[in-house]
């Protein structure tokens, strides 16, 4: 059954919780976080981008980068606007985007439990990327920002104590720059919400599979310096809100080819029947939109014959009938021709791309279900990388666990 253990939580003084919340490290790139912390020394993207204090020249990779990030955290959490809570605690988050909202439990979670699979995974990380994040955790013996979960409750047992944790005064409750309302409430009884999970076989990863692989890395190296420790320490866990799967909200995760060859569209019509003037956004899975020369197209992905439910994601037989076949791309994880652009960002990103020349060519996919992703899951199958946009995304900052 899934741990979900209360912990002693950092989080803002809530006169300064707008100026130190900010977006994940993941969702944007030096440039963006240099330009969106400018001119705020409390903003968290000086800890988990902590190379926005650098020259540009500095290699993101660097020794002074994590150095830098424990300097920036250590001074954060002295600097008065931060608050230690005095006992382990459970606390309720809630992200509302766009007329919906949805709610889950932010504490922590096990390490063992996420090598043992009861913390189910969809995709393969990248060693770069977990050797990176594995050396800013153990540098700042801290995980600065949460991972997204999400898990059956069917029969409302957890969502039920859920509701009535936020009948109470929230912590805090502001709406950040992107228009996502962000409230937390600390729990009344951590121990009812704990046993709640009890009843719960698995969890699943929807968002943060590096920050899952590095906070289980760091835990087994901690534990190599510190062999006589016989009882579970503080990085045995790792923070995760979790959400019931009835409330996530999964976007498409588009694609651009900067490439393409120059009997593309001839090709493209002798494998699919075209319809023109598509609209931008496919109605139904297995469709796609497809922007080329100033215009948008559509067509149907055939039905694939292979046998396991992840080859029958849009984004598998994407890959099968189009990417392979067409295009020459056997592995989008490594390709330079293709990219991947998030939901979030629309399909005028994709027209912007093309229509500036940057690309040759834009995909716009059908999303993910979150049913596909818990079957895919459960079948201990990996998707093909960039499959789901979760959104509204988590704002890190907001509670940081030490160990």
């Known amino acids: 059954m899934a741990t979900v253990k209360p912990f002693r939580a950092w989080r803002p003084d809530s006169e300064f919780i707008f100026d130190i919340a900010s977006v994940p490290y993941d969702v944007i790139n030096t440039a963006e976080a240099r330009s969106m912390a400018k001119g705020n020394p409390l903003s968290f993207l000086h800890v988990i981008r902590p190379e926005i204090d650098l020259s540009e020249e500095t290699d993101i990779y660097s020794e002074e980068v994590y150095q830098k990030g424990k300097e920036n955290l250590e001074h954060l959490l002295a600097s008065g ?51 990176d994040r594995t050396k800013h955790l153990l540098t700042m013996q801290a995980h600065p920002e949460p991972v997204m979960f999400t898990f059956n409750d069917d029969e409302r047992n957890v969502s039920s104590i859920i509701e009535d944790e936020c009948e109470t005064e929230p912590l805090y409750d502001f709406t950040a720059d992107d228009g996502v309302q962000h409230t937390i409430w600390k729990a009344s009884n951590a121990e009812r919400l704990s046993q709640a999970f009890q009843n719960v076989p698995v969890l699943y990863v929807a968002d943060g599979h590096h920050r899952c692989a590095s906070a289980s890395r760091a835990a087994h190296i901690m534990r190599k310096k510190n062999p006589d420790s016989n009882k579970q320490q503080e990085y045995d866990f790792f923070p995760a809100v979790l959400f019931p799967k009835h409330e996530m909200n999964i976007l498409a995760y588009n694609r651009i080819i900067y490439k393409i060859p120059s009997d593309f569209k001839a090709r493209l019509a002798e494998n699919f029947s075209i319809t023109e003037n598509a609209h931008p956004v496919p109605t139904k899975k297995g469709g796609l939109s497809i922007y080329l020369d100033g215009s948008w197209f559509g067509i149907t992905l055939p039905e694939t014959e292979r046998n396991t439910v992840a080859d029958h994601l849009d984004v598998a037989r994407l890959q099968e009938f189009l990417l392979e076949p067409l295009l020459g791309i056997t592995d989008p994880r490594k390709d330079k021709n293709i990219h991947f652009v998030g939901g979030i960002r629309g399909t005028d990103e994709l027209e912007r791309l093309i229509d500036s020349r940057e690309a040759e060519l834009g995909i716009s996919m059908y999303p993910t279900s979150i049913k596909e992703l818990m079957a895919v899951s459960d079948a201990g199958l990996l998707m093909p990388p960039k499959s789901t946009w979760f959104e509204p995304k988590l704002r890190s900052g907001l509670l940081i666990h030490t160990f």
């Open 81 to 131: 606007k931060m608050i230690q809570e005095d006992q382990n605690t459970l606390f309720i988050y809630r992200l509302s985007w766009q007329g919906s909202s949805q709610t889950g439990i932010f504490g922590c979670v096990s390490v063992d439990e996420y090598d043992s699979n009861i913390i189910l995974k969809h995709e393969l990380t990248r060693p770069d990327k977990e050797d």
